[in-house]
Structures are given as C-alpha cells and as structure tokens.
C-alpha cells in the first residue's frame, strides 16, 4: 500500500491541481496564465533543485521510481507550473490582501513539502525545515507575484 501512495502521490496531485486550472482559469487567460506557470513554476522548480539538490546537497528526492529523471522528480516542473497558475490567478489585487497571501502559501508550500518527505519521496538535511525553506518559498512567491504585477496584463485588470 505504501508503494502506490508513494507511485501516484506526484500524478494524484497534479491531475487534481490541474484540472483546478481547467475549473477556475477563463479559457480566454489560461494562456497567460500557463506562460507564467511555466516559467516561474516549471523552471524555478529545475533551478530550485538544480542549486539545492545537485549543487548545495541540502534537499534531495528519493523513491522515485518510474519518475526518475536527471536525479529529479520528472512531474514536480509541471506540479509547480499549475500550482503557479494557481497562485496567480486568485492573487488579490489589493496590496494589503496580497502580503497574507504570499506568507500563507509559503505556509503551504513549507506544509507540501513535509508531506512530500512524509510519503517519503523527498529528503532534506535537519536544518534546512523549517525556516530557511519558509524563506525560500517566501522568496519564491514573492518574486511569483512582483514579476507578475510587473509584467502581466491580466495584473492591471484587476
């Protein structure tokens, strides 16, 4: 039992998070919506392993089976593009709403990946959970939502 949470755990989660995108997003916005899903979820998620996994040695995923790709989880890029989507697509418009949001969805990430370690398809050195990956995915989400404001037309619709 234990090997069939931890096989379908990654596609479990990303067909529901998913099909959310198909639910919530207009069909008119999903196309922006997946560019920047791609690129600050899909690649930040490469660049994020890439430097604490293969470079720091701090994280390190485990278990992976038939997902094994490039000693990473070959589901976790597209994992964070829809969740990125996600984010973005219910970030208030309104500066004083979006400073909660940002430190609650670090919460939820920091939350994600004890999880991850829990169904045991992730790892980490012991100091590195709590608080320096709080302040990864504070980082992480803050830069989400700045490049986003910046950039996107669908952030002055609002």
Not at 40 to 66: E, H, R, T
Not at 94 to 119: C, E, M, Q
Request: aromatic share 22%; net charge positive; hydrophobic share 55%.
């Amino acid at each position: 039992m234990d090997k069939i949470i931890t096989l379908l755990f990654y596609p479990v989660f990303l067909v529901i998070t998913f099909c959310l995108t198909l639910i919530f997003i207009p069909k008119t916005k999903y196309k922006e919506y997946l560019i920047y899903g791609i690129l600050i979820g899909g690649l930040g998620d490469i660049i994020a392993v890439g430097l604490f996994q293969n470079i720091l040695g701090v994280m390190w995923f485990k278990n992976l089976s038939i997902f094994y790709v490039l000693k990473m989880m070959a589901l976790s890029p597209l994992c964070w593009t829809v969740t990125i989507m996600i984010f973005l697509y219910f970030l208030p418009a309104k500066k004083y709403f979006r400073y909660p949001y940002i430190l609650t969805w670090a919460s939820i990430s920091l939350g994600y990946g004890y999880i991850v370690h829990n169904v045991g398809l992730y790892d980490f050195v012991n100091w590195f959970y709590p608080i320096p990956a709080y302040l990864i995915f504070l980082c992480w989400w803050g830069f989400a939502t700045w490049l986003f404001r910046r950039t996107s037309p669908l952030a002055k619709e609002e």
